[in-house]
């Protein structure tokens, strides 16, 4: 049993923690900009809240943060109330945040300047993968922190992998995006075109998700997306900003992206049509308007 602390209890936050607690057995302190959450959570896992991401931190083997994007990450981090003010020297901080690597390799200077490790920890799976404790963990960082904290980390996971120095693991959740965004809007165009062609589309991915077409979006989302239900996932706003740091990316290193850039383009229109909440597989309603 470890102490650890958690910082940031939103939709993917509030299960990871409980997973911490209950399966990984471990002491929890947790703060949520929203303190009210953070109570609720205590009330029904256990551990204590904390006023501030430093108290979170004070005296924690173990520090985590899931927040939303770079400017909410230094603010829990770096600010003098933020969580590097409280880690202990020889204390490990893991960041679960789709962030920049930008932001990563910041965090990992600012770390070891204290004297402790910083791994960059994003996560896929969305909502379902967080509750049900099936995540999968791209690291960046030092080995050493990396063989220590991964037990720790896989209370919530079912994969979790050292990708390279500070900043590999959002890296690497870069490629995860850029990959799902071709893959929802070729099943998007898949479905699309089964339903004009008066095709069942049952019976068709019945028999293509047994061939080379098969994806884990097709066999989990098709049957939703064919009823123009968008209510099971990552929502397109996340999308939209995971997509934004790849291209940003992409700009400072010379990779073409013309998918991703085009599939980003088509979520801004679904946002147009009311749908910022829904999840990433609503490319398919913008082609049924």
């Not at 945040?97 to 300047?113: F, K, N, P």
């Not at 893959?183 to 991915?205: P, R, S, Y």
């Not at 990316?249 to 992206?257: S, V």
Request: charged fraction near 20%; glycine fraction near 12%.
């Amino acid at each position: 049993m470890a102490k650890v602390a958690f910082i940031g209890l939103g939709v993917m936050g509030y299960p990871m923690a409980r997973h911490l607690a209950q399966k990984g057995g471990h002491e929890l302190t947790v703060y949520n900009r929203t303190g009210a959450k953070a109570e609720k959570w205590v009330g029904e896992y256990g551990g204590r809240s904390a006023a501030t991401p430093k108290a979170a931190a004070d005296g924690a083997d173990y520090v985590f943060t899931c927040v939303g994007n770079d400017n909410d990450l230094r603010e829990v981090t770096l600010g003098p109330e933020g969580a590097f003010a409280g880690i202990r020297k020889g204390a490990i901080y893991v960041d679960n945040t789709t962030a920049s690597a930008i932001v990563a390799r910041e965090l990992h200077d600012a770390a070891q300047a204290k004297g402790f490790a910083s791994l960059d920890a994003p996560v896929s799976g969305g909502q379902a993968g967080a509750e049900n404790g099936q995540l999968t963990v791209m690291v960046g960082g030092d080995s050493d922190a990396f063989e220590q904290a991964k037990p720790v980390i896989a209370s919530f996971a079912k994969m979790v992998g050292l990708m390279g120095p500070a900043g590999a693991g959002q890296l690497t959740k870069m490629v995860n995006q850029i990959c799902i965004a071709g893959l929802v809007q070729g099943l998007a165009e898949g479905i699309h075109f089964a339903k004009k062609a008066g095709l069942d589309v049952e019976n068709v991915i019945g028999v293509i998700s047994k061939g080379a077409a098969q994806s884990w979006q097709m066999e989990n989302r098709y049957k939703t997306m064919a009823a123009g239900k968008f209510d099971f996932g990552f929502a397109v706003d996340w999308m939209r900003k995971d997509l934004s740091i790849a291209l940003e990316e992409a700009r400072k290193n010379g990779a073409k992206l013309p998918v991703a850039a085009v599939v980003d383009q088509f979520y801004a229109e679904v946002q147009a049509m009311g749908g910022r909440r829904w999840d990433t597989s609503s490319l398919v309603a913008r082609l049924e308007r």
